[in-house]
Structures are given as C-alpha cells and as structure tokens.
C-alpha cells in the first residue's frame, strides 16, 4: 500500500498565519481531507523525529494523507511530542524542537494556530492539556503550566515547576488530569498535583544495591498510570519494568521484571491493565504481566529501534512505529499476528490511535472508476478509425505439392569411402 494514498497530498506551510498558508502542491485550495475518528477507522497519526511532517493514515479506507511544510523541511520544527487536545480527541497538539505547540484540527484537516512555550533547554519532553491550559515539560526539567489563550506570542506561565534535569517522559493522568509524572535519567520517579504545592506528592527511592554493592543507576523512559489504582508502571533504559504503589508505605518499586538485554524505550498499557507492552532499540516488543511480572508472549516484524508504541482503548490491537520507517499494527490476542502494515518513507518518532470501536464492522468506500488521460483517449479513436486489414488466404499444399519436388538422398553402401 503506498503510503501517500490516492490523490494528491496536501501541504500546509507552517507560518504566522497557518490558516492562509493551506495550499496544495500546484498552489490550488483544496478541500480539507476527513480524517477524523468519525470516519469509520482508527486515524494513526505518526512524526518524524527529522523534519515536521504529520502523517494521517486510514486504515480501513487503504489511504493515508501527508501534512508538511513546504520547502525543505528544517530540524527546528522537528516534533517531540504529540497529544490529543481536551476536546474530546477532535484536536492534535504537536510540539516541535523550536518550541512551539501547533494545534491541528482534525475535523477541519487544518493548523489552527500556534503557541511559543520558551523556557528550559532541550526539547519537549512531554505535552498534556487540563482545564483549559496547556502543561509542556523539557529536557532540563522545566515543568510549565500556560494559561488559555491562543496567541502566538510568549506570556509569563501561570505555574513553573523544577523537576529535575535529564527528563525523558512527562506523562498526564487519565483520570486526574491535574497530575503528572516525570523521570529520566538519573532522574527518579516523581509525580505531581499541578493545584497543590510546589513539592511532589510522591518520590520514588531508588532500589538497594545489587549483589557487589554497587549503586544501581536510574533512567525511566516511559511513565504510564494504571487504571483504577494510584500504581504507575515505569520502563528503564536498562530493560527493567518497574510498578510503584504511593499508598504503599516503601517508596521502592513494589514489583520489579527484566526484559531482554537492549534498553526499553516505549511502553503502552494493554486494553485491560494488567500487563503492559514494551518495545527495546533493537526492535523486540514483548508483552509483561504486571501481577505476577512473568512474560506473555512477543511480537515480531519490527527491524530498528521502537519509538512509539499504543493500543487501542478497547480492541486486541497495537500500533508501533520507530526507525525502520514502517507503520505496523499487530494484534495482541491469540492467535497473535500483523494485521496491517504501512511504510511512511521517514524515520517516525511517536503515534497517536484513534478510540473507535466499530471502525472494522464499516464497509470500505468503492474505488473510484479509473480517469483516462486525453492522450489515451485520442490514441483509441486513432485505433478505432481504423479499417481491418483483409485475412490473407493460405496457399493449396496438394496444387503446390509437385511444383518444387523433393531432392532424396543416396544411401551410402557400407565400407565405401567418401571421395
């Protein structure tokens, strides 16, 4: 399946006014293409980690749409991060290396805006919205809270929090939207209630010391909240999954599992809680049970590092995408296999899975009858001015039988020599 879909792609030049810059690749408008969780599929929508492409693919429909920025793409819009808007999932926040945090419609197919978030080094590291704000983490662990407002000019945040240098996840509560959780490296577990203090509800302690007592060190990266609990779940650099219980009175991991040898760089939680899925740099994606910390089953296909991975909220399904620049969609239930695959042409960096439930029960549109050029059409009527040539009529072997007689050869006598 070719990754651009049929038609013509559209391109969108991210500017001051993104709403004028809506132009196709011959500089006609065109109309806005429907890619909304409406449209009878799960909308995927992945980044690279290179340029600043956004990528909606449809799998249902066999199509998918590029949203890019005209002329040579520029490391500066490179995106980081990426997360539904508070609106019910009809709005996606993108936030690029330069930072800013574009909003793009989906129901509309177009950027609404912008927003310039300064403040820290390094890029976003984590993009949540909550009560009509917006909440950005970056690298070196400035935590900041912006009010509601559209405009593209930099305003003092309503709230700054430090949480500690060498981020590699920011991750929002579902449930609570106001609590966050970062880590990193050398950067312990912590997690945060943005209308409270300024200190963090809960520290995580780092575990004992292994068998040489040696330190052992720390890196989260990914941080993910466990439905109907107060546990977060956490995946490390060097291939560890860890839960943490802030009820529980030790600060320590209350379960602790091993996978594989590469560190883990991904992880989503499966549409019942009580295992996780995590993908490591060289491409391996295994399946965790978080109660009893024993491994369910792998996935295969992956060929480079895993930078993105979700499941569905309530389907047997698995969107992972990374380096190896392919779109893949696994289900996760027996008999466990590859339900669709979609090579996108870059290197990607994170996806989002849209939540609709009946997507594979919606019968795919009829293709569209096939257009014939005015080249093909003046070359058929060419052929079809035309008059047949007359069939030639094949010569009488029996009248033309004695006409050229046949030569017989001499039988050569046996012992005789050839002169």
């Known amino acids: ?19 004028s810059s809506y132009r196709l690749e011959d500089g006609t408008r065109p109309i806005p293409v429907q890619i909304s969780p409406c449209s009878g599929a799960p909308v995927l ?32 819009e490179a995106v980081s991060a990426l997360c539904w808007g508070a609106d019910g999932g009809a709005q996606i926040l993108m936030g690029c290396a330069d930072r800013t945090v574009r909003h793009f419609s989906i129901e509309e197919g177009r950027f609404r805006g912008q927003r310039h978030c300064p403040g820290g080094e390094g890029t976003f590291r984590g993009l949540a919205q909550a009560d009509g704000t917006l909440i950005t983490c970056v690298d070196s662990g400035v935590l900041r809270v912006w009010g509601d407002n559209d405009k593209e000019t930099s305003s003092d945040p309503v709230l700054e929090l430090r949480v500690g240098p060498g981020v590699c ?48 060190p720390i890196w ?33 991991p209350v379960l602790e599992a091993t996978y594989g040898e590469y560190p883990l760089t991904a992880m989503t939680l499966t549409p019942g809680g009580n295992s996780v899925i995590v993908g490591n740099t060289h491409g391996q994606l295994a399946e965790i049970d978080l109660r009893q910390g024993r491994l369910l089953g792998c996935l295969k296909g992956l060929a480079g590092s895993v930078r993105g991975l979700q499941c569905h909220p309530s389907k047997p399904l698995l969107a992972s995408c990374g380096l190896d620049r392919i779109l893949r969609v696994h289900r996760i239930q027996n008999p466990r296999g590859l339900e669709h695959k979609v090579y996108l042409k870059s290197q990607l960096n994170c996806l989002l899975l849209s939540g609709r439930d009946n997507w594979e029960d919606e019968p795919p549109e009829p293709p569209e009858p096939a257009k014939l050029s005015s080249e093909d059409t003046e070359a058929d009527e060419l052929w079809a001015s035309l008059e047949a040539a007359a069939k030639r009529q094949r010569p009488d072997l029996e009248q033309t039988s004695g006409v050229f007689p046949t030569r017989r050869r001499k039988k050569k006598r046996p012992g005789s020599a050839s002169p």
């Not at 943005?194 to 007592?213: I, T, Y």
């Open 169 to 216: 996840r920011m991750r929002q509560d579902p449930a609570q939207p106001h609590v966050v959780a970062t880590g990193g490296k050398e950067n312990a577990l912590k997690v945060w209630d943005l209308q409270g203090s300024e200190e963090p509800v809960f520290r995580a302690k780092n575990v004992r010391n292994d068998w040489l007592d040696l330190r052992v």
């Open 45 to 76: 929508v992945t980044v690279t980690g290179f340029a600043c492409p956004l990528k909606g693919v449809n799998l249902r429909r066999k199509q998918a749409a590029n949203f890019t920025a005209a002329g040579q793409p520029r490391r500066e």
């Open 220 to 252: 989260d990266q990914d941080i993910q909240f466990l439905p109907e609990s107060r546990k977060l779940v956490t995946c490390t650099g060097y291939h560890q999954v860890r839960v943490y219980d802030p009820a529980s009175p030790q600060r320590r």
């Open 1 to 19: 399946m070719d990754a651009r879909g049929p038609g013509t792609s559209l391109l969108f030049e991210f500017g001051s006014d993104p709403e």
